[in-house]
């Protein structure tokens, strides 16, 4: 919690940021400290232990006992009224033992400062200090010390004496569940799991028993979440063939993006993929494996989609009859009818509840959201906000690829989780920017997630530097985001655009793709992937989005990062510290210094506990990667390479 | 006025600024551009003409016409859907003719759209382009052509087609008379004027009179606010002596804010300066002269003030039965009470409000208030509330050097104007940034006043440099900001620091100080400052905040910068531009080169008038300062020096 701090006059003055339940009640209170000093910004930190409305308010006040002492101390050495100084303190010791603890010009709203007395034990110290401060027989400056003593400051910490206090308005903090913010995802298409060419040389599709069969392979990975694109019947009208062609072959399976047949829309599975049987036995064995199962809506439709027949109303009428099916002129889409919200919201609206019901009713919990920048804000933000109430538990992902205005926008009006432009961040000072803006600048709009690669992303950067630039690239995802994902595949290495697209040549979205994992094992990927999300489980440092820091290194080959946790938000309750070195360049080793500000590496120095710095045995550490430990300390050298070591996943142990 | 304008989907949209009259009426529209693409920021500009409670509200809608012209271009040259495209651009106009200018899902709070057609030739032409997309004995490019002529393009400029209207809630705009803004001031001791030592050797005070006498001089520079420090009596108890000694000498006349004595207090005029009748006719003079009278206000008061026996409840007590000093511990100022706002909020409040009304009925518009960040911000915020209501044309300007949290929250609570940090921004780089900043990201919070010196504050840089660095200082507060203003002495130089204080020596705070305005021509700083203050009369440019740019120099010395108002916010209905280029340097010659972009200079030239950039016959300048004129293109060489020409301030002439 963050606010503009500041008084009229030299007073000293303090800040409490106060969290509160969703019913209302005091959490917890944190004094806030001045965190940008000049410029009156203080921040205080709390954390909500469970999903619901939260909020929180500022509470500011004027400390006599703070100003009593700045000015006694002042005024005592300087010789000038001591004997008024030590009245001063004993009339604010009396009323402490009076405990006259506040006053306010109006009374706070909600009156959460009582007069309380300090105890007994209190009592006794208060009275003591109180005569020793009216002892002419002492001098001022050895009755300031008795005052000021620390079993005083006790007191008062415990019972601070807070002067005009004001409270702020109530701000709302929305609180999801923890996969929000943090989750491994792994995405698949399940027709590819267990399809094969049968002896006519046909395609016969694989399933979700199939897929089901797969989720060992992905939780022995250590993924959390199974991520299906759309499993629905797929259209046949204007099917598209392999590789985007307008014209689909015998057996092409097409698009599963083109939703809605004879058979059932958006509500119905297709029937190659299984029955809701299969899907129950799906979504149970992800459950007993700790998958959670993540399920792609794309909100339009196939020319054959029973809403076409049944509310041609919800799509866009052309001047000569038909319907209007999705365009980027002179470019068309003709296997996909976009739904036109505008003319009949409220009926799109229930259709779109009611379909999301049925999913929930079978154990789905999220859900990504494809393009939602196409749909208009006002729907989403009342379908967030009604879905919130009904089910607090569901997550939507918002897969919008759009410019910055819009992308923020859906995480305000209530979207947990954000895609972002990770694949498109490749140089030391753009990964650098960007995973600042994500912490800091943006991370109370939209959550973010990084994705190296999609079914619809392949960025020019991955078609070269082979295996280890999908290494690099996996190592920056998973530790510079709460939540990163995984395309199928990437294990292995499918790096192969489609000319002129940036995207995966023979696309998985319009063919059948089994894959042998068994050549992945040789390739190296799974088993990163298996230390990575092994680092990111033990480390609650990577779990969170905010506390990155940045260090400089002296070659812009090597990126060199940390994430922290301070103790009291920790699960482990212990404070945790992660520091990534990497090599940004895939073909060449390179070499050069980490610069590391111990304060940097553990804020929780710069908070005045410990100024040792990394002490005279330096910093340990341990690479989660390979377990190999060292000491590092101001200026370290690494050298890292394609064909030895890419990088470093550090976990600080001192 | 300034949003973020964005819209679900790829149709074209557009956003319109409304500005809103005090009385709720529609004043003007504009029309708002994207000036930040990629990111949604749309400007709009309007220009309420007179003081008041003005507002105004963004209105956003789909633009099918764009969209349909965007749609039909690519489709009709790639052959697809031509006759489709056609029939539906004919469907557009059919709704053009029959004026169904809008469509809106909640219809505007205001409804300022109304359903009007098109006039008889319009409803001619629009008939005709009807007829011809219809007609088949045409190709759709060239139904397409006749369908986007310059005349269909007139008749939707003038009545645009709005799908999906919406309007913003309406944002308080508060307009103050010009002189909040604009303003060239000069501040007086009224007491020096006419000051000499008798033959006993006893200084005699200046007063109100002879200070009358000196106004011809401050008019004939051009100056155009007079601001006098107070002129209330002055305590005698612990007045402070020449150059704030703590004990007055015989006949030292006391600092003038330490306000109050027997005869009276904050609205009682010291009687060595004159009485209410000499003031009259100080202020009837000044008006004669086109010179605006502000007077200092001091909320504290003297040991001698009427309120100390009137109200001693209105000061701190102390434990020992005394009224509490100003102190900054262990620094005493047993010359100043200050007030306790918190002890009588109603009563005190009532006390200067009932102060500020008698100088206000005698004709005093505008006031400076002296350290208003010591005084609680609920009482600025209510006070100059309700001033504003009582008295709109009355002015405050706040003298708050403190930190940037109070300063603007000063303003936002209803502060004219304000002192900045000018005067400690030295090198190329700070006032690089600061001009921009308070043009740019305080402008809504704060109206800037640029001092090189006060008589409170004298600056390191200011004490060498001579002459030439008072010529720099007044030409960069004269340009930098609309309103700047000189302390009386400033023409002669006076630059020595009483030691240890950033301040003059023989402060005139504590002392009288005539001077010999004989000597201030010979060092021709008052004739820079009448040549400034014309070149700020001519040029609409310098009298407001907004549209400054900033030039690069191929120098660390060379500063370059340019300020620019476009002819439909000019008073003299024509676009004028000021650049203003001056080395900072004023030991040595310094020479380099000054980069200018057209677009830059000449904003103009970006909103796509005009390309030509600075045109076959170059820039044509006219320096202010001597009548030189130039022809300056985009790389020009300047030559600097204190011995003769230390800078240019142009009037950009074509």
């Not at 036109?340 to 779109?352: L, V």
Request: proline letters at 7%.
């Amino acid at each position: 919690m963050r606010a503009t701090v500041f008084r009229e006059g030299h007073d000293a003055f303090a800040a409490e940021a106060v969290l509160i339940n969703p019913e209302g009640l005091e959490h917890s209170r944190t004094l806030m400290y001045d965190v940008a000093p000049g410029l009156n910004i203080y921040e205080g930190w709390g954390a909500p232990d469970r999903p619901g409305l939260w909020s929180f308010r500022i509470d500011t006040w004027s400390d006599p006992w703070a100003t009593w002492k700045h000015d006694a101390r002042l005024k005592i050495a300087a010789g000038v009224d001591g004997e008024l100084m030590c009245e001063k303190g004993a009339l604010l010791l009396e009323r402490a033992a009076q405990g006259a603890n506040f006053t306010a010009r109006r009374p706070p709203s909600r009156p959460s400062y009582h007069k309380k007395k300090p105890g007994k034990l209190a009592q006794v110290e208060l009275a003591a200090a109180i005569e020793t401060l009216r002892d002419e027989s002492l001098t001022p400056a050895q009755r300031l010390r008795v005052a000021t003593s620390s079993t005083i400051e006790r007191v008062f910490e415990l019972s601070p004496l807070r002067d005009y206090l004001e409270a702020t308005v109530r701000y709302p903090l929305q609180v999801d569940r923890k996969t929000a913010l943090y989750g491994s995802w792994y995405e698949i298409f399940p027709r590819s799991y267990g399809a094969y060419v049968d002896e006519a040389g046909r395609w016969v599709s694989g399933n979700l028993r199939g897929a089901a069969e797969s989720l060992d392979r992905v939780a022995d990975m250590g993924f959390g979440v199974i991520y299906l694109t759309p499993i629905h019947p797929i259209g046949t009208t204007f099917r598209k063939g392999r590789n985007n062609t307008l014209t689909a072959m015998q057996g092409d399976p097409g698009s599963p993006y083109g939703i809605g047949a004879a058979d059932g829309g958006h509500d119905a599975i297709h029937s190659e993929l299984g029955d809701f049987d299969d899907f129950d036995a799906f979504v149970e064995r992800a459950g007993e494996l700790n998958l959670q199962v993540a399920l792609d809506i794309a909100l339009q439709a196939s020319p054959d989609h029973p809403w076409v027949k049944e509310h041609p109303e919800w799509f866009t009428m052309r001047p000569d009859g038909t319907i209007a099916y999705a365009e980027n002129p002179p470019k068309k889409y003709q296997d996909i009818y976009p739904l036109n919200f505008d003319n009949d919201p409220e009926g799109i609206y229930q259709a779109i509840w009611d379909m999301i019901e049925v999913w929930i009713s079978h154990g789905v919990k999220i859900f990504r959201v494809d393009n939602p920048h196409t749909k208009p804000i006002p729907f989403w933000q009342r379908f967030l906000y009604e879905m919130r109430q009904a089910h607090p538990e569901v997550l939507f992902l918002a897969e919008a690829f759009t410019r910055p205005a819009m992308m923020e926008t859906l995480g305000m009006v209530g979207f947990h989780q954000s895609y972002t432009y990770f694949a498109w961040r490749t140089t030391k000072e753009e990964l650098e920017e960007y995973f600042v803006e994500v912490a800091e600048k943006t991370a109370h709009l939209m959550r973010p997630a990084f994705w190296p690669t999609t079914h619809d992303i392949l960025t020019p950067q991955m078609t070269t530097g082979g295996i280890t630039i999908f290494a690099i690239r996996a190592i920056l995802a998973a530790t510079g985001s709460p939540t990163y994902g995984i395309y199928s595949g990437y294990e292995l290495v499918e790096n192969v655009q489609r000319p002129g697209f940036e995207e995966q040549i023979d696309n998985e979205k319009y063919e059948f793709k089994p894959r042998d994992w068994e050549k992945a094992e040789d390739l190296g990927i799974s088993a990163l992937l298996t230390l990575l999300n092994r680092a990111r489980e033990q480390h609650p440092a990577l779990q969170q989005l905010h506390q990155i820091s940045i260090h400089p290194t002296s070659s812009p080959d090597i990126i060199a990062y940390s994430k922290h946790v301070p103790a009291r938000f920790s699960p482990t309750g212990e404070d945790d510290t992660v520091l990534v070195v990497i090599s940004l360049n895939p073909h060449e080793e390179v070499e050069g210094t980490v610069y590391l500000d111990p304060a940097r590496v553990r804020p929780t120095l710069a908070a005045g506990k410990n100024s040792e710095g990394f002490g005279p045995q330096g910093l340990r550490v341990v690479d989660e990667l390979d377990g190999n430990s060292y000491t590092w300390g101001y200026e370290n050298y690494v050298k890292l390479s394609p064909w030895e070591r890419i990088g470093h996943v550090f976990g600080v142990i001192n």
